[in-house]
């Protein structure tokens, strides 16, 4: 399979993909000037900046967005950072084809901050979702899942770093199997096909 990475930050997970050798083929940020693009550099896989300011509305955007992804043969997309919401048409168009990471125990916590509302809130587990992507916001089905423990004297930081630590192991094992067709999303449910299916659980 032919990927692209989304990104728009610091690129830890991005490198943490490309480290797992996934075939990336092209990173695409929303942000000029994040480490993530330094990232893409390093691994020597293609880079653009698409800035939604330079597009009238999300449909330019989004068209944009879809023309790089025609013109790389891109088959499947990883979300990694990108804070932008996909539109239907691009989400009908990759339906099945796009995966998000997020850092919480879905649906607990969907959107932006939820490292810093589950700390807030003194929860005792948090953890890390992998889903497909659909038209509702981190509503997707769940691919995979691993908790994470909020210590009791845990400050913000480290809490996020255990949370960060599971991204980096969790994020690349589920795009891997989906690479190898381990899974898939058919009819509105996840199919599992691989044998190994422990790490869907962190393990």
Known sequence: MRWAV?????????RAILSQRLPVSLVISHRAGVKALDVAKEFNVPARVLIPRDYGDRADYDGALSGLLERYEIERVAMAGFLRWLGNGMINRYRGAIVNL???L?????GLHAIERAFQDKVHWSGVTVHFVDEGHD???????????RLIHDSLEEFADRIHAVEHRLYPRALKALDAGELRWENGRIIYEGEDQQWMHGH
């Open 6 to 14: 989304l990104v728009g930050g610091t690129g830890s997970n991005l």
């Open 106 to 110: 879905l649906p607990a916590y969907p």
């Open 102 to 104: 997020h850092p919480s």
């Open 139 to 149: 509503t997707g089905p769940a691919i995979a899942q691993a908790p994470v423990p």
